[in-house]
């Protein structure tokens, strides 16, 4: 199954690896721009521009409601960003991942029902160093 990306008027189909590779081809120039150090808000913001600009659907701090028993709660979580509404992305700016924020991204798949979600810590040097791909 792929994604479609529109360019104007050409629709091409990614595949979830390809997506991925491009969310984090994006993601790079986003950190390589800034550098490290800053609101995980600004490259969030940065990073919803760059997709945006590359002919992705991109929802910022989309509500995850959470159902328990006969009631919904449609401001418990948020995610940082959802691409093309396949792909989420947990942005963290911060010494080192922990398991609590593996455990966050996980909980945001399961309740969204999504497949694929991106842990990026825009702290590290090297941005690859902090990426972690997360399949549920």
Known sequence: M????????TEKKLLESELTDL??????????TLGPGLLESVYEACLAYELSEA???VER?????VRYKNINLDDGLRMDLVVENRIILELKCVDTILPVHEAQLQTYLKLSGLRVGLLMNFYT????????????
Do not use: C, M, W
């Not at 792929?2 to 008027?9: A, F, H, P, Q």
């Not at 701090?61 to 409601?65: A, H």
């Open 2 to 9: 792929g994604i479609t990306r529109r360019d104007g008027e």
């Open 23 to 32: 969310i984090i081809g994006k993601a790079i120039v986003v950190h390589s």
């Open 55 to 57: 002919g992705l659907h």
């Open 61 to 65: 701090q989309k509500v995850l409601p």
């Open 125 to 136: 040097k090297y941005l690859k160093e902090g990426i972690k791909r997360i399949i549920f």
